[in-house]
């Protein structure tokens, strides 16, 4: 998220290196490779333009670039509903009922449903009726505006999904420092 200034050019290939690098190993391991672009509400432009270059790198990758706010993935009875969050009604029941309603065939058929969400940059869940919605963590580090506004000491992690059918696997959680790590 570009709230305040940065060195755009050093962030823009973090980036396509990062994304480099993930990608050429999805690919070790899979035929197909989705990536699934969803409108946050900082940086719409430069995150969706970002997208276009990883279709040129990749033209075999399969890539969902519309800007639709809400998107699912269905897979071997998981349904996974994915919006950035930002919007007036994103409260859980509120997500709950427009991913029933956008996504009703799919959202039946799964034996297993979550809605994740990024917005708040902080980690929180809550099973709604069966249904796990969660927001996620970033590894982003603090910046002044989040020390300003007191957005403060969140956990510094990004958060992986593992899935096999019909089932939620594990969460794996990349970055951060946890306490075991802490050496007195």
């Not at 570009?2 to 480099?20: G, T």
């Not at 009604?89 to 799964?110: V, W």
């Not at 300003?148 to 939620?168: Q, Y």
Request: proline content about 2%.
């Amino acid at each position: 998220t570009l709230i305040q200034k940065v060195d755009m050019k050093r962030a823009w290939n973090d980036a396509k290196n990062f994304w480099h690098n993930v990608i050429v190993e999805c690919f070790k391991h899979s035929k197909i490779v989705k990536l699934i672009y969803i409108k946050g509400n900082h940086d719409e432009s430069i995150s969706w333009t970002f997208v276009q270059m990883l279709k040129v790198m990749f033209p075999v990758l399969v890539v969902d670039d519309s800007l639709k706010r809400r998107k699912h993935i269905f897979w071997r009875g998981c349904f996974i509903g994915l919006t950035h969050g930002c919007e007036t009604k994103s409260n859980i029941n509120d997500l709950r009922g427009q991913f029933t309603i956008q996504f009703p065939e799919e959202f039946a058929k799964a034996k297993v449903r979550e809605i994740h969400c990024s917005h708040l940059h902080h980690e929180k869940e809550a099973d709604v009726y069966g249904v796990m919605i969660r927001r996620l963590s970033t590894g982003n580090i603090d910046d002044e505006w989040s020390d300003d506004e007191g957005f403060v000491g969140a956990h510094k992690r990004f958060m992986v999904f593992e899935w096999t059918p019909n089932k939620l696997k594990a969460i794996h959680y990349l970055g951060g420092e946890s306490n075991d790590d802490k050496i007195d």
